[in-house]
């Protein structure tokens, strides 16, 4: 009985884009990971699933999504690294990778407007802000919403290019035209998505 799939896909399924935004319909699609690798897999079932069984699906290739209760991500390791030591903070890769950081409000707006006036059998949108926020960025916001002073970064280098671990995409941002032809934007930019995002988890957690 069910007529409508949502799955929540993710931007690694493009892997390196050469693209920059980077739209649905961009190809070929080739993940550097496992993580994206599974999820371009979900997608294809799905998608086969939706024709040969008769309902929809629509499919929403997320960027980096943060806020409350979130326990993963680099935003809540660099929160756990710096309750442990305070003056330092050791971040994975160079530092420069750049990445689009949403807020979950905007997200969960993003998801409803989707599902609105489906045409097709298959609908696929990229869910994203409309910009970047670099790692060294991200540590700076930390330790501001974490009022801590004198803080030293020790990024490790990384590997392949300053990536923070193997299948890591350097630089992810994506096309969101789609969804504002739809009519939604976003509240919130990457950079205030983070700082919102670490302000919950400092208030929320005695330190």
Known sequence: D???????????????ASKIP????????????????SKLACEA?????????????VIYR???????????????DFFQKLRKNPRELEILGDGTQKKSYLYVKDCIKAMLIGL????????VFNVGSEDQ??????AEIVVE???????????????????????DVKNMLLDVGKLKSKGWRAEYNSEESVRLAIRTIVRETKI
């Open 45 to 57: 079932l799905i998608i086969s699933y939706a024709h040969s069984y008769g309902f929809n699906a």
């Open 22 to 37: 980077t739209p649905e319909d961009y190809a070929p699609l080739e993940p550097i990971s496992i993580y994206g690798a």
């Open 62 to 76: 997320l960027a980096n999504i943060v806020g409350p209760r979130s326990k993963h991500g680099v935003i809540y």
């Open 116 to 123: 609105k006036g489906l045409n097709r059998k298959v609908e």
């Open 133 to 138: 926020v670099d790692v060294k960025r991200i």
């Open 145 to 167: 919403e974490m009022r801590l002073n004198n803080v030293k970064f020790r990024f490790t280098g990384g590997i392949n290019g300053g990536r923070g671990w193997v299948g």
């Open 2 to 16: 069910v007529k409508t799939l949502v799955f929540t896909s993710s931007s690694t399924v493009y892997g390196e």
